[in-house]
């Protein structure tokens, strides 16, 4: 065989090679784009739930208690009638008032609201609260001078849980995307401290050959 026969081959092998990187390259941006699309839409839906604002209801220890009228005097924040406006939109109280330094409860116009302090939802504070994974409580008093505090107690995270997830993916290796890929589906539910309990099935292929599987391990997250 002489020197061109082997030119000639290495061109075809090159340029059969270029179309399948070509054409695996194609494939991955057609299908990471359809992802990509998807997450987008999932990621707005769920957004929507986690903006949704909740009025939080009191803890067991403080539920049934006896409420007392007692003539305390609280330090109100004079808030400005465009913040009181964003703040009534935001935590969905159409009729939030504020009071002005003479006293009078008034609502974002400025207009005052009848039956005062005893006829008005009043916004006495707002707070950031840290990142809570697991949930937790908060414990609002009043401090000496009148001001309104909120303390926050996270709930720790117990050390077994159970949290079903599931996660769709593929693979592809870069030098071979027609030869060589994975199509998996993943779930993970128990959790021992960090470690994960994690079940995977799918169908793969390489060197040309394609078959299912199905595996069961765990994994360490960090």
């Known amino acids: 065989m002489g020197a061109r026969d082997w030119i000639s081959r290495a061109r075809r092998w090159a340029s059969g090679s270029l179309a399948g990187v070509k054409l695996g390259a194609a494939l991955l941006a057609a299908l990471a784009v359809l992802v990509l699309l998807g997450e987008l839409a999932a990621w707005r839906s769920a957004r929507e739930v986690e903006r949704r604002v909740v009025q939080v209801a009191p803890t067991r220890r403080f539920a049934d208690l006896e ?8 330090a109100v924040p004079v808030v400005p009638g465009r913040t009181l406006e964003r703040l009534a ?3 969905a109280v159409p009729e939030l008032g504020t009071v002005t330094p003479a ?8 207009a005052v609201l009848p039956g005062g302090l005893a006829g008005a939802e009043v916004a006495l504070g707002e707070f950031r609260l840290p990142r809570l994974p697991e949930g937790g409580a908060g ?10 505090a909120l303390r926050v107690k996270p709930e720790a995270r117990p ?12 693979m592809l290796a870069p030098n071979d995307p027609a030869g060589e890929w994975r199509g998996y589906v993943r779930w993970s539910g128990l959790r021992v401290g960090r470690v994960h309990v994690v079940a995977e099935a799918g169908a793969q292929a390489r060197a040309g050959a394609s078959s299912a599987y199905a595996l069961v391990g765990g994994e360490v997250r960090f």
């Open 67 to 74: 409420r007392v009228r007692v003539p305390a005097e609280l």
């Open 159 to 170: 050390f077994v849980g159970f949290r079903s997830e599931w996660a769709v993916g593929a």
């Open 103 to 110: 006293g009078e409860v008034v609502d974002a116009r400025g």
């Open 89 to 91: 939109r935001e935590y």
């Open 139 to 148: 414990l609002v008093t009043r401090e000496p001078g009148g001001a309104v």
